[in-house]
């Protein structure tokens, strides 16, 4: 996962500084004044509601050296900012301003006064940090300030801006509902259609009656296919059924194939592994830690077998965990750096994004930091190949065929999905290539069909792909992917769909969009055969929801989240330290959401939905949603919106009134002796490491 998508020029290209024009300070306007506009660029003032922020462009010749993640609040050493001020002649903005700069305009010499630039010197750069810069150019323009970065090796300077694509002529947006994706819908391969008896009335037949019918054996002919409809109607609701609350934000969580287990995993280092072969009533099953991890666990997977869980986190080590809670074994270490020769194990300057399973379990596929696919067999404990493939992180891998392990998927930073047929890579190219984002992939899934393939990028667009209608190698080749992106930051900057330039290379079927992907690399699955027909596709959003689509790109539903869980939890006092951004003002340590993940169970109408959410981001959760068909209530226990902690246990805390200034004093008294005694139970606990 880069730590932002670069410009098609590369990473360090640093361009003629004379090729920018010098925005000055007219005091008498109060505002920021670009002298000179030659680029054809369009420039937009920062708002309260924008978080956009520059970037600038390194060289190329350092584009291959310069491979390690790196966060924004790293880039502020040596950072100098140069405000040229000068009193010209200018019209008011307003009266009481006006009045102002008219009067002290006559008390000084007539003619322009050019002012010595103000100096900030870097160090108290560093001590503002990179919210506090973005909160003080968002009232003076962040677009208009000319940011001189010197280098102390070779003295060289420059600045630079995001890429905006040229504008294209046409429609911008592919059409709703999408033709491609209502032939998908009516071939029977993702779920039934509705059989009306009146065409012109088109009545949507209520599960009641459904139910009825099926009891009565009315038309005995269409049962099979009446219980399909009736699985696929019945989308879970928002009103959470449980609220699962970790200390620490969560990153992915899924059902086993079965539905009789789930893992989530949290920033802590933990994963938790529950029983849920009753969908309604979860039991604790166990925790794994992942010893020595790097800033989370960055992914998981469970083997076919439900018998171990796979975890990663940001270096080249795997951890394989037996889910039995009566091994209390160490996990074993799986080291896929294991290939080269030298170096310490684990510390090989690569970190790892995505993993999965084969079909047979035999095997497991890595996406890592190195632009590379792993493949590890787990009998000879090594890793049996590589594939050097892509140009920029690799954030999502999968098996194209559950049943096969040859075909791969890998998702990239570098904007392309490439399909990989092991039994014909004597020449290590790619079988084809899947081209239609514009920035980088989050997340790729496999229907397992070994034909669809879903995916989620930072250009704000789920796409459903054919592996049928892929391009050529040879074809793709020929086309540089970095002259369709713009260099978006999708884990501080704010997506306008202005800025949005299809593909014209784009060889998807259908294209969803309406979910944000922002903050983190956010997932996406195909509904369950079981329980939905195959009928949806889903994905989290950083606005705190599930959203679920038909395959014609409409909107079937929505699970709000946030609704769901807002103020669920009393505020800790120590959450500052903790917190994702405190850089906007208007909601200073509110309550956000943002679904990271999310989970359909294969036999039952339940949405498991795992979340960065509390407040300022600094905490998480997985909350339970079923289909209760409207229902705000519950006569059966446990009740709805039952709050409970990471092992199911119930906990007063959790429902302090957050508002209330004696409910925020005993939750901080509370939350430090929860904090030890959780603290004290997991070093006890024989299922923890």
Not at 120 to 135: E, K, T, V, Y
Not at 574 to 603: I, K, L, Q
């Amino acid at each position: 996962m880069s730590a932002s998508r670069e410009t098609a020029s590369g990473r360090n290209e640093s361009p003629d500084p004379s090729s920018h024009s010098l925005n000055s300070y007219d005091v008498a306007e109060e505002e920021w004044v670009d002298d000179e506009d030659e680029d054809g660029m369009d420039y937009e003032p920062t708002t309260d509601e924008s978080e956009d922020i520059e970037f600038f462009e390194t060289t190329e010749e350092d584009q291959e050296e310069d491979e390690d993640y790196q966060d924004a609040d790293d880039g502020l050493s040596g950072v100098e900012i140069e405000f040229s001020m000068d009193d010209g002649e200018s019209g008011t903005q307003d009266g009481g301003a006006g009045e102002e700069t008219e009067t002290e305009s006559t008390q000084t010499a007539p003619g322009p006064t050019v002012r010595a630039p103000i100096q900030i010197s870097a160090h108290i750069l560093q001590l503002l940090g990179h919210a506090g810069l973005r909160q003080i150019f968002t009232n003076h323009g962040a677009s208009a300030v000319r940011a001189i970065i010197t280098d102390d090796d070779d003295g060289t300077s420059g600045g630079g801006r995001r890429r905006r694509r040229p504008r294209t002529s046409g429609p911008k947006f592919p059409k709703i509902p999408s033709e491609e994706g209502q032939k998908l819908m009516e071939s029977g391969t993702f779920g039934s259609n509705e059989y009306y008896h009146n065409l012109l009335k088109k009545r949507k037949t209520r599960l009641a009656t459904r139910l009825m019918q099926r009891e009565l054996g009315v038309d005995g002919a269409r049962l099979k296919r009446a219980n399909r409809l009736m699985s696929q109607a019945l989308i879970p609701s928002s009103t959470a059924d449980t609220i699962i609350h970790y200390n620490s934000r969560c990153y992915s969580g899924q059902f086993s194939d079965d539905g009789n287990f789930f893992f989530s995993c949290a920033q802590d280092f933990k994963v938790r592994m529950y029983d849920t072969s009753n969908p309604y009533n979860w039991k604790y099953y166990k925790t794994v830690h992942y010893p020595y991890g790097q800033w989370t666990i960055t992914d998981a997977s469970l083997s076919p077998d439900n018998r171990y869980l796979a975890y990663s986190s940001i270096r080249s080590i795997v951890c394989l965990a037996p889910t039995d809670p009566a091994e209390s074994a160490e996990p074993w270490e799986l080291d896929f750096a294991n290939m080269y020769s030298g170096g310490r194990r684990g510390y090989n300057h690569f970190g790892i994004w995505s993993i999965r399973f084969s079909g047979d379990g035999r095997e497991i596929v890595a996406g890592t930091s190195d632009n590379s696919v792993y493949v590890y067999d787990i009998e000879s404990r090594k890793t049996i190949l590589r594939i050097p493939g892509h140009t920029e992180h690799v954030n999502a891998v999968c098996f194209g065929d559950t049943s096969s392990p040859h075909i791969l998927y890998s998702g990239s930073d570098d904007t392309l999905i490439k399909v990989w047929d092991r039994r014909s890579m004597g020449d290590s190219r790619e079988a084809g290539v899947f081209m239609g984002h514009t920035e980088g992939l989050t997340y790729v899934d496999s229907k397992g069909d070994g034909r669809y393939v879903l995916s989620n990028g930072k250009d704000q667009v789920m796409k459903l792909w054919d592996l049928r209608k892929m391009m050529p190698t040879e074809k793709a080749s020929r086309l540089d992917p970095r002259h369709f992106t713009t260099g978006f930051d999708y884990r501080f900057m704010v997506f306008s769909e202005e800025d949005y330039q299809p593909h014209p290379h784009d060889c998807s079927l259908v294209t969803f969009r309406g979910h944000r992907v922002l903050k983190t690399l956010i997932r996406c699955h195909f509904s369950p055969p079981g329980s939905t027909n195959s009928r949806y596709v889903y994905s989290g959003s950083a606005d705190g929801s599930v959203y679920i689509y038909n395959m014609d790109a409409t909107l079937a539903d929505k699970v709000d989240v946030r609704h769901a869980t807002v103020h669920s939890r009393p505020r800790d006092p120590d959450f500052y330290t903790s917190a994702y951004e405190m850089s906007d003002r208007r909601s200073r340590g509110a309550w956000e959401t943002c679904v990271r993940d999310a989970s359909w169970h294969p036999n039952a109408p339940v949405i498991a939905a795992t979340s960065w959410n509390g407040w300022g981001l600094s905490t998480g959760t997985c909350t339970l949603h079923s289909w209760n068909d409207g229902a705000e209530e519950d006569e059966g226990d446990p009740k709805m919106g039952t709050r409970v902690d990471q092992k199911l246990d119930h906990d007063e805390d959790l429902y302090d009134d957050p508002q209330s200034r004696i409910g925020r004093g005993a939750a901080h008294y509370r939350s430090r002796l929860r904090s030890q005694r959780v603290a004290a139970a997991d070093d006890n606990d024989e299922g923890d490491w």
